[in-house]
């Protein structure tokens, strides 16, 4: 369970994580830029478990992982939005980081909303209002690409077997 930050349609990658930081190759030190330009505090405030909301869109502009990679490091448990970017959503599994789809949560939920999540059921429960929101539940694949942290370690678990 988390708290909501909101934002609208079409946040791009370079608003997630401006493109003047990418030299740097600390994930920690790179996430401590997330959404600068778009919420000053977020990098400061966001806390482990807490949620990012968006209308539609959410992640596009560049191809770059930076972008899921920092929202993961700097502790966001998942993105919430009413459509994504095709090439951060992908991103996104690849590292194993958790998004999902639902027009309702996404318009519904505002910040600061206190919000829980099922992403094997795709039930998605807005504590603060107490309501509950549907979302596709993540297919067996994509949830296992996100149990092993995203498609490298899936690989290298099907190697071990």
Known sequence: MGKAYKYGDNVDTDV????????????????????????ADFAKAVMPGDVIVAGRNFGSGSSREHAPLV?????????????????????????????????????????????????????????????IYRAEPLPEFMSKLIECGGLVEYIRSKTKQ
């Open 16 to 39: 997630i994580i401006p493109a003047r930081y990418l030299n740097i190759s600390d994930p920690a030190e790179l996430a401590r830029h997330a959404m600068e330009d778009i919420d």
């Open 71 to 131: 929202l993961k490091t700097a502790g966001v448990a998942a993105v919430i939005a009413q459509s994504f970017a095709r090439i951060f959503y992908r991103n996104a599994f690849n590292i194993g980081f958790p998004i999902l789809e639902s027009k309702e949560a996404a318009e519904a939920i505002d910040a600061g909303d206190e919000i829980k999540i099922d992403f094997a059921a795709g039930i998605i429960t807005n504590e603060t209002k107490g309501e």
